[in-house]
């Protein structure tokens, strides 16, 4: 049996794949095993930061996979320490607990803060609010907190104690958060699954306000915005606002899987020895890959992401066939006249990986996608976007 057929048989039904196998790649370029080779404008959904097998982040993986790949969290090890620091000084956070997945690291902190509401104000004050059309995740709780509805038919009942304000509505919010018994809101700066749609200003704003009256949690999910993802380091800094908690996974491990929730000061004492835990979490060759991931998003990668994103947003806005541009950095959605599945296929036919997001094609390229690179698939996508049917 071909790769096709194996999967198809032995994997389970849970995933619609693309008809390609994908073999090797090297920065912005995959090759499948036909040999044909593609733009990667999707990066395994915004995980390969730098692209595939990046040198840098090789170098670190490997140097650390052949010093000591595992330990369990018996023991300290350099890589985890020195990521929680590298985090921390870069965030203005305190601590930080290392697991293996975004939906893990959003466990963490719906832990935190319902360990903090209930020491505080009691049991009763458990209430995580989150937002309409948002994701955090697919276990039992981060499903709860996803706030659409398809996700949850098949799986009731899901763990209590969540309520969901539409995005970008004030009065929603106003009206949810004294209502009472909120420990939490929880929101991505940039809704990704949900399509691409970025928070407002005012509503973030609002959030804050809100929370500081009521000393309710601030949790940031940044699985996706995260690591430079929106042009910043985390997608709350483009808001001039600092979360009590964030979350992030997909780009911190730059392609090995690596969840950390980031704790605050004022939360950062909440879970104490034996609260919380995992066998992997802090994994020291994801750790050390993640260093060097990190450590190379800086003002100058920062000051490229916001220059590739503007190129971006001016060529497809002007583009026949697209009607919106939405989203901030390199996490981009696009609105085509065209089906934006017919859209996807045509554009891998001719070369580009896209990914969609509800009804959008969904942009996340490497970080560093050089520029003749990211002009070319731009062109693609305009091409395919613009061709009557
Ligand atoms: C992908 C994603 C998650 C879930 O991450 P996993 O690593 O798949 O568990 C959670 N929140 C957001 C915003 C995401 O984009």
Not at 240 to 257: H, M, Y
Request: with cysteine; hydrophobic share 40%.
């Amino acid at each position: 049996m071909n790769i096709k057929e194996l999967d198809k048989q032995y994997i389970a039904n849970t995933y619609g794949r693309f008809p390609v196998t994908l073999q090797k790649g090297k920065g912005s370029i995959a090759i499948a095993d036909d040999g044909k080779e593609y733009i990667d404008m999707a990066t395994g959904i915004a995980v390969n930061t730098f692209g595939f097998c990046d040198d840098i982040w090789v170098s670190a993986v490997a140097e650390q996979l052949m010093e000591l790949q595992h330990t369990s969290n018996l023991y300290y090890t350099g890589p985890c320490a020195r990521l929680a620091q590298l985090i921390c000084e870069r965030t203005g956070m305190s601590k930080v607990f290392f697991s293996n997945s975004g939906a893990e690291a959003n466990e963490c902190a719906i832990k935190v803060a319902r360990k903090y509401a209930a020491d505080k104000y009691g049991k009763d004050r458990n209430v995580i609010l989150t937002l309409r059309n948002s994701f955090h995740g697919r276990t039992i709780t981060t499903l709860s907190a996803t706030g659409q509805d398809v996700f949850h038919n098949d799986f009731l009942p899901l763990t209590e104690g969540f309520d969901y304000v539409e995005a970008n509505n004030i009065q929603d919010l106003e009206a949810k958060v004294k209502s009472g018994n909120i420990a939490a809101i929880m929101f991505e700066l940039v809704q990704g699954e949900g399509g691409v749609m970025p928070l407002t200003q005012e509503f973030v704003d609002r959030i804050f306000e809100l929370s500081a009256e009521y000393d309710i949690i601030t949790i940031a999910d940044e699985v996706q915005t995260g690591n430079g993802r929106t042009g910043a380091l985390y997608a709350y800094m483009n808001y001039g606002v600092k979360p009590d908690v964030f979350s992030t996974a997909k780009g911190l491990g730059g392609g090995l899987p690596l969840g950390a929730t980031v704790l605050s000061d004022k939360v950062q004492n909440v879970l104490g020895a034996g609260d919380h835990g995992s066998t992997f979490g802090g994994n020291p060759v994801c750790c050390a890959g993640a260093v060097s991931i990190l450590s190379r998003i800086d003002d100058a990668l920062l000051a490229d992401v916001k220059a590739k994103s503007e190129y971006i947003i001016s060529e497809l806005t002007a583009a026949n066939g697209v009607t919106a541009v939405d989203g901030m950095g390199l996490m981009l959605g696009i609105t085509t006249v065209r089906p934006v599945d017919d859209v996807v296929k045509e554009c891998m036919d001719k070369g580009v990986l896209v990914i969609k997001a509800k009804q959008k094609l969904r942009l996340l390229p490497a970080l560093n996608i050089d520029w003749d690179t990211l002009k070319e698939a731009v062109e693609i996508i305009k091409t395919v976007c613009s061709t009557e049917v």
